[in-house]
């Protein structure tokens, strides 16, 4: 059984950074494509980004393109999202996921497997 375990969410102000990892277990890390999403309240969970099994390719929505940074350390089985110059619409729940498949794919219905969310908000 695929476990999703997120870290490093929580409180900062607009324009800082944050981290947010996912420690993966359960099977072999490096197969598979895995993704960041978010949801904020009364909206839609949306992919953040995604990247492939080996980390050569990632897909990131217009919205976060130049600020947050994927990447996956196969050998630590995790999975990590940089955000720098946070906004406030950037506030919502962010999950890990992973799939069962190598490419990188914004599409929810890829992902098989789901965290349980970290909170990141962000004060104006």
């Known amino acids: 059984q695929v476990q999703l375990v997120e870290s490093g969410g929580g409180l900062v102000q607009a324009g800082d950074s944050l981290r947010v990892s996912c420690a993966a277990s359960?099977?072999?890390?490096?197969?598979?494509?895995m993704a960041w999403f978010r949801q904020a309240p009364g909206k839609g969970r949306e992919c953040v980004v995604t990247?492939?099994?080996?980390?050569?390719?990632?897909v990131y929505a217009d919205s976060v393109k130049g600020r947050f940074t994927i990447s996956r350390d196969n050998a630590k089985n995790t999975l990590y999202l940089q955000m720098n110059d946070l906004k406030p619409e950037d506030a919502a729940v962010y999950y890990c996921?992973?799939?069962?498949?190598?490419?990188?794919?914004?599409?929810?219905?890829?992902?098989?497997?789901w965290g349980q969310g970290t909170q990141v908000t962000v004060s104006s």
């Open positions: 359960g099977r072999t890390f490096g197969g598979y494509a």
């Open positions: 990247i492939d099994w080996i980390g050569e390719t990632s």
């Open positions: 996921a992973a799939s069962n498949y190598r490419s990188a794919d914004y599409r929810t219905g890829q992902y098989a497997y």
